[in-house]
């Protein structure tokens, strides 16, 4: 009998408890490195003082071991544990995402139909509502007459002159005295 798949929400568990298992490695592995760091400090220092060139040569052998171990550390930090947990984190992020997505229902078709005819709707609703708007001017610009509109208003000009020249009490003269304090 074939096994079944783990599902994605097993995975997911899974691959976090991988995450947290690097994780406490990577910071066990950078404890052991701050204690070799102290180690080879303490190495240096009494190498410093008043010792034997044996017990010197002894120190620097220590040292080198220590860095050595601090190098490899240093390494399995970087190479391993700090890759690791950042593909762990990628591979997280996108189960996330599956699980988030597969816990949301699934719409029903006819709400889908709904939507769609709604938005179908408003759409032609605004292609009407911009071929109404393209007829309004959008600035405040007079229309301008054509040739026979101007030679009908200039028509209209001349007989609204004679009406009001018709109309109009013929003038009377100003006489003017002139006398010395006008000029």
Do not use: C, F, W
Not at 38 to 62: H, K
Not at 94 to 107: G, K
Request: net charge negative; glycine share 2%.
């Amino acid at each position: 009998m074939k096994k079944k798949p783990p599902s994605e929400r097993d995975t997911l568990m899974r691959l976090q408890e991988t995450r947290r298992r690097d994780i406490s490695r990577r910071k066990a592995a950078l404890a052991q490195m701050d204690q070799l760091t102290r180690m080879e400090e303490e190495l240096l220092a009494e190498g410093q003082g008043p010792v034997t060139a044996n017990r010197r040569l002894m120190l620097a052998r220590r040292v080198r071991e220590v860095r050595e171990q601090v190098r490899a550390l240093n390494h399995r930090i970087e190479s391993i544990y700090d890759q690791r947990i950042a593909v762990l984190n990628q591979h997280l992020a996108a189960l996330e995402t599956v699980v988030e997505l597969t816990d949301e229902p699934v719409p029903v078709r006819e709400t889908v139909e709904k939507v769609a005819i709604d938005a179908k709707t408003k759409l032609d609703d605004l292609d009407r509502a911009s071929d109404l708007g393209e007829g309004i001017a959008p600035s405040a610009e007079r229309p301008q007459p054509d040739d026979e509109e101007r030679a009908i208003l200039e028509e209209m000009e001349r007989r609204a002159d004679a009406a009001r020249e018709a109309d109009a009490p013929a003038p009377k003269k100003k006489t003017r005295k002139h006398t010395d304090l006008e000029e």
